[in-house]
Nanobody, 122 residues
Framework: QVQLAESGGGLVQAGGSLRLSCAASGLIFSRLTMGWFRQAPGKEREIVAAITRYGGATDYRDSVKGRFFISRDNAKSTVYLQMNSLKPEDTAVYYC???????????????WGQGTQVTVSS
């Protein structure tokens, strides 16, 4: 089965940067559309970014456009989320996600990582 393992979360001051990584195993990575979701306390899980199988297209929710950047390295079976200019409202558990089809909402997801906490302080 597919396993996704996130890393890179932590505590950072507002305006700082953080890079999340997600290593995948159990399936041919290049066949997977990859993405990142986040869930803050008391809120629904929401999509942050998605990237197509070979990295040819990316998309982001409006609140992170220009600040967050998703990328992938298929040779390493890893997807990244570079987060810049972090704000306190970015605080959430961030989840790596994979699907064998298109990715727009959480119900599209076939595989989830365990989540990594990102906390942005004022």
């Amino acid at each position: 089965q597919v396993q996704l393992a996130e890393s890179g979360g932590g505590l950072v001051q507002a305006g700082g940067s953080l890079r999340l990584s997600c290593a995948a195993s159990g399936l041919i990575f290049s066949r997977l559309t990859m993405g990142w979701f986040r869930q803050a306390p008391g809120k629904e899980r929401e999509i942050v970014a998605a990237i197509t199988r070979y990295g040819g297209a990316t998309d982001y929710r409006d609140s992170v456009k220009g600040r967050f950047f998703i990328s992938r390295d298929n040779a390493k079976s890893t997807v990244y989320l570079q987060m810049n200019s972090l704000k306190p409202e970015d605080t959430a558990v961030y989840y790596c996600a994979a699907t064998q089809r298109g990715l727009t909402v959480s119900t599209d997801v076939d595989y989830w990582g365990q989540g990594t906490q990102v906390t942005v302080s004022s």
